[in-house]
């Protein structure tokens, strides 16, 4: 079976950093008539449609978005769909779910690439100090990580719409977006700002973002909406467009392990006060910073109580080796010393 282990992640990742690196530091010019709100297409989960869009007859409000708004809230979901087109080639997308959750801290992340060379889906969940990676091909990487390293509660999702909102912009009116009543504009992107994206030259754009406006919610984006049009450098015509919205905003939100995250064994102890826990299926990757004979030692007590009998324990260096058996199934121990105290242990399980 062909490998992809998270490559197509990783590259969704760089296109993303290139849209925030793309739109910094430019000045847009006046913007074009409003286009009216476009669709939102390759949702996942379906989402109540918008009424009719009422027209601005008020004094026009300033384009005012919260800065972190997403941290003043208590869950919500959000959706990214970014597809892209290239003359006589077929439409490629990438999907970006995300749900998270203050009270308890978690969030899940799920990215679905369709159309191009590399199309699958990659899980991201965190819960409290453990995170999972997971993929239909690779299986799932589960680790742990402290406070300081953990994703703070509403850093959104993995892209910050309220870069859009340094161009110039014309008031459209009030619309309901979500179950969010939310204030409508259209904003001029000048094609440098996108050009970060496309290996040519963009010819055209067209955008509009809509922001909560409720009395007690901060003022974030419920709604962003950006095509374009161009010309890549091998002179086909390319065109794009994004959609990302925020919805269940404050809504009763549950996030689970993801499927097929199993941890550790229940027979394989580990170590008190372990830290930097890598799980790989039969892979179990920790560190402490206790030395390497106390380690060694606490296997040698702890194993036998859960059925393990021992077998050849060896010494390389500083470096020592165990094996242990249960059954039909074998456990390789490696405790290796690290230069700053410590050591690393990796524990291997061979099994039917």
């Known amino acids: 079976m062909k490998q992809r282990p998270f490559l197509w992640g990783a590259i969704a990742l760089l296109v993303l950093a290139a849209i925030a690196c793309s739109l910094g530091g430019k000045t847009a010019t006046p913007p074009p008539a409003a286009t009216g709100t476009p669709p939102s297409g390759g949702q996942a989960t379906p989402l ?20 972190n708004a997403l941290e003043n809230l208590n869950s919500y979901r959000a959706r990214l769909v970014m597809r892209q087109t290239v ?17 308890p801290a978690a969030r899940r992340i799920v990215l679905t690439a369709e159309g191009g060379d ?13 995170s999972w990676m997971c993929s239909p091909d690779s299986g799932c990487i589960q680790t742990q990580q402290s406070a300081e390293e953990a994703t703070q509660f509403g850093e959104g999702i993995l892209f910050k719409p309220e870069d859009f909102a340094s161009s110039d912009y014309r008031y ?3 619309d309901t977006v979500n179950g969010v009543r ?10 440098e700002m996108l050009e970060g994206i496309v290996s040519g030259t963009v010819t055209a754009t067209n955008a509009d973002i809509w922001v909560a406006d409720e009395a007690g919610m901060p003022a ?32 009763p939100i549950t996030i689970q392990p993801p499927e097929g995250a199993t941890g550790a064994p229940e027979d394989i102890p580990i170590y008190p006060g372990a830290t930097d826990q890598t799980i790989m299926g039969t892979l179990i990757m920790f560190s402490s910073a206790d030395p390497v004979e106390d380690v060694a030692e606490f296997y040698r007590n702890e194993m036998p109580g859960q059925g393990w009998t021992a077998g050849e324990e060896s010494t390389l260096g500083n470096v020592v080796m165990q ?16 230069d700053e105290g410590g050591c690393t242990v990796m524990i291997s399980i061979e099994q039917p």
Not at 87 to 103: F, Y
């Open 172 to 174: 459209v009116g009030r």
């Open 182 to 191: 939310s204030r409508h504009y259209t904003l001029e992107l000048t094609p």
């Open 48 to 67: 109540p449609p918008s009424p009719t869009e009422e027209p601005a007859t008020e004094e026009a409000p300033p384009l005012e978005i919260a800065p």
């Open 220 to 251: 974030y984006v419920t709604r962003l909406t950006v095509s374009w049009e161009g010309t890549q450098e091998d002179g086909k015509k390319i065109q794009g467009d994004w959609t990302y919205e925020v919805y269940d905003v404050n809504k």
């Open 118 to 130: 590399n199309p699958g889906t990659l899980e991201l969940v965190q819960i409290g100090d453990t």
């Open 87 to 103: 003359e006589g080639g077929a439409t490629e997308t990438l999907t970006m779910e995300q749900e998270e959750t203050r009270e």
């Open 323 to 338: 094996e242990w058996t249960k059954g039909d199934r074998k456990a390789s121990l490696m405790i290796s010393p690290k």
